[in-house]
């Protein structure tokens, strides 16, 4: 079955304490992004991939770091989580421009930064 | 960056009546996209509108991109409770180019269905 996974689904951390959540995808895209989703504000482009070795900011990408060595894989590292961190993480990938191919979401990752 | 606003935040609507919702940016856009969330899970892409005045169908759902390239519309007839969910609209985050990756969402409009 074609699809984005992302671990772990829910994540309840300290602040400073680094974590990664990972994204998979199936399906050979050479795109991939991570969004965060809080009340009102809609998704929020953190950061994208337009394929290996090709990373680059989105909207809100203090805080965060990725990195893509591998097509499937695009893990987002937060190296110190802050509370303000806290919130809905969706991982997504696309074949190309997700402007023009169909963008597919994971699950989302839930975390809280207490 | 663009920024893009969704009216209206939040409806709830009875079964079977008509839903409408718009996007507006500042700035022009060469696409628009609509997606569609429920309940928890991620986005899932409805329509893509390419062309200035283009009205798009899928299903119950219409899109139209708006003449003036700085609006965009969703409607759904007849709707049922599986329409329950958050819409999105999306565009390229550079004004009047493509986005080459770059995404920016709407806020959101929540739809709630009651039966």
């Known amino acids: 079955e074609a699809q984005v996974t992302q671990n772990p689904r829910y994540l309840i951390t300290v602040t400073g304490k680094k974590l990664t959540v990972t994204c998979s995808q199936n399906?050979?895209?050479?795109?991939m992004s991570w969004y965060r989703q809080d009340p009102g504000l809609g998704l929020r482009q953190i950061y994208y991939?337009?394929?290996?070795?090709?990373?680059d900011k989105g909207d809100v990408p203090e805080g965060y770091k990725v990195s893509r060595k591998e097509k499937r894989n695009f893990p987002l590292i937060l190296e110190s989580p802050s509370p303000n961190q806290t919130s809905l993480y969706f991982c997504?990938?696309?074949?190309?421009?997700?402007?023009?191919?169909?963008?597919?979401f994971g699950p989302g990752t839930r975390l809280t930064v207490l | 960056g663009q920024q893009l606003n969704q009216s209206p935040q939040s409806m709830f609507i009875q079964e079977g009546e008509d839903v409408s919702m718009n996007c507006t940016s500042s700035?022009?856009?060469?696409?628009w996209l609509w997606y569609k969330q429920d309940p928890g899970e991620g986005p899932v892409l409805l329509i893509a509108?390419?062309?200035?005045?283009e009205l798009t169908s899928n299903g119950r759902l219409t899109a139209q991109f708006g003449i003036t390239r700085k609006d965009s519309f969703l409607n759904i007839s007849a709707s049922i409770p599986s329409d329950v969910g958050i819409y999105f609209c999306?565009?390229?985050?550079?004004?009047?180019?493509?986005?080459?990756?770059?995404?920016?969402f709407g806020q959101g409009t929540i739809l709630t269905v009651h039966p």
């Open positions: 997504a990938s696309s074949d190309r421009d997700p402007e023009v191919d169909t963008q597919y």
């Open positions: 399906m050979n895209h050479e795109y």
């Open positions: 991939s337009m394929n290996v070795e090709v990373t």
């Open positions: 700035s022009i856009f060469n696409t």
């Open positions: 509108l390419y062309k200035a005045g």
């Open positions: 999306a565009g390229p985050r550079e004004a009047g180019g493509t986005s080459y990756g770059k995404l920016t």
